[in-house]
């Protein structure tokens, strides 16, 4: 894992979602550019950190006034990819490694592109943000 240094509000925001959801966070990452924060927690306890019927997220965005994304770490590449474009169905990734700079290309179901996407390409920035912070990649591109 890299050296992530967060910061004194990653650390207030990971305390409350701790106190809400009662899930250990990975990660923290406040995207202000989306008005969002996006939270990493173990796969395994992505459906108490999201709450039955997603209570804990909007109990979470109601308090913080921001949209609240979680996401299932991984330290796979592929296994993050696909927890990142979910629910996009993933066919392939591939980590293009040239002249210092990491392009991932993601091909996803035809029919599941846009949702990959998202809406104004947010779920694009979100799987940027993470990919960059934990594996130094400068860009996704999804097929």
């Given at each position: 894992?890299?050296?992530?240094?967060?910061?004194?509000?990653?650390?207030?925001?990971?305390?409350?979602?701790?106190?809400?959801?009662?899930?250990?966070?990975?990660?923290?990452?406040?995207?202000?550019?989306?008005?969002?924060?996006?939270?990493?927690?173990?796969?395994?306890?992505?459906?108490?950190?999201?709450g039955k019927?997603?209570?804990?997220?909007?109990?979470?965005?109601?308090?913080?006034?921001?949209?609240?994304?979680?996401?299932?770490?991984s330290e796979?590449?592929?296994?993050?990819i696909r927890?990142?474009?979910?629910?996009?169905?993933?066919?392939?990734?591939?980590?293009?490694?040239?002249?210092?700079?990491?392009?991932?290309?993601?091909?996803?179901?035809?029919?599941?592109?846009?949702?990959?996407?998202?809406?104004?390409?947010?779920?694009?920035?979100?799987?940027?943000?993470?990919?960059?912070?934990?594996?130094?990649?400068?860009?996704?591109?999804?097929?």
């Open positions: 894992m890299p050296d992530i240094k967060l910061t004194p509000e990653e650390m207030r925001y990971m305390s409350l979602f701790q106190d809400v959801t009662r899930v250990t966070v990975r990660d923290c990452v406040i995207d202000e550019e989306g008005n969002r924060i996006i939270f990493l927690v173990d796969p395994e306890n992505m459906g108490m950190a999201i019927g997603g209570s804990n997220i909007r109990k979470l965005k109601k308090i913080i006034g921001k949209d609240i994304e979680v996401v299932a770490y796979n590449l592929e296994d993050i927890n990142l474009m979910s629910p996009a169905r993933v066919r392939n990734v591939k980590l293009i490694d040239s002249n210092s700079k990491k392009t991932v290309h993601v091909t996803v179901d035809p029919q599941d592109k846009a949702i990959a996407i998202g809406k104004g390409g947010k779920n694009v920035m979100r799987a940027k943000i993470i990919l960059k912070r934990y594996m130094d990649i400068d860009s996704v591109i999804i097929n």
